[in-house]
Antibody
């Protein structure tokens, strides 16, 4: 069965960077896009970006351009999202979420990780 | 960027009643690529509907979706106790992918 297991909660100071990991299993790692979505406390869902695990190509929402980097390690079937220059309004739960097959569309999200709370506070 | 506006913000209903949620897009959603998710407190969202009206694997048939272009609807035919949650629409027809602000379905 498909599983996405994320790393644990993080507390960071403003200006620091954070890296969240997402270990994928139960399917062919390179066949499906992986997205990152965040949710601030009590707020809605916000798409951060997507990575093609086969090529490593990425696309980020404009508001995160220059601050976010998505990578993958095919040997360990793990995805990573690094967010730098953290601000207090980056405090949120960050989810990895599987998209569609890479030959198709970025798609909707059929499997989600459990979420990682990132708290930015001085 | 396509802005999705969900209404109402909150829907107060009793078990057994019908729930109808709306999702309106600021411009036409390509190929009606619209999905719906359910989220309960402390949990990740769960995919219910994709492609406007296709139910995801294992989703009961009391959940349905309809619409096209800029106007979409999501219906729960008869509310079960476990259906009280927040529901989000999401378009995946164009970049950036965007979500609506959510509709909370609460027990009256």
């Amino acid at each position: 069965q498909v599983q996405l297991v994320q790393s644990g909660a993080e507390v960071k100071k403003p200006g620091a960077s954070v890296t969240v990991s997402c270990k994928a299993s139960g399917y062919t790692f390179t066949n499906y896009y992986m997205h990152w979505v965040r949710q601030a406390p009590g707020q809605g869902l916000e798409w951060v970006g997507v990575i093609n695990p086969s090529s490593g190509a990425t696309s980020y929402a404009q508001k995160f351009q220059g601050r976010v980097t998505m990578t993958r390690d095919t040997s360990t079937t793990t995805f990573y999202m690094e967010l730098s220059s953290l601000r207090s309004d980056d405090t949120a739960v960050y989810y990895c979420a599987r998209g569609l097959r890479v030959a198709v569309e970025w798609g909707y999200f059929d499997y989600w990780g459990q979420g990682t709370l990132v708290t930015v506070s001085s | 960027e396509i802005v999705l506006t969900q209404s109402p913000g909150t829907l107060s209903l009793s078990p057994g009643e019908r729930a109808t949620l709306s999702c309106r897009a600021s411009q036409s959603v390509r190929s009606n690529y619209l999905a719906w998710y359910q989220q309960k407190p402390g949990q990740a969202p769960r995919l219910l509907i994709y492609g406007t009206s296709s139910r995801a694997t294992g989703i009961p048939d009391r959940f349905s979706g309809s619409g096209s272009g800029t106007d979409f609807a999501f219906t729960i035919s008869r509310l079960e106790p476990e259906d009280f949650a927040v529901y989000y629409c999401q378009q995946y027809g164009s970049s950036p992918l965007t979500f609506g602000g959510g509709t909370k379905v609460e027990s009256k």
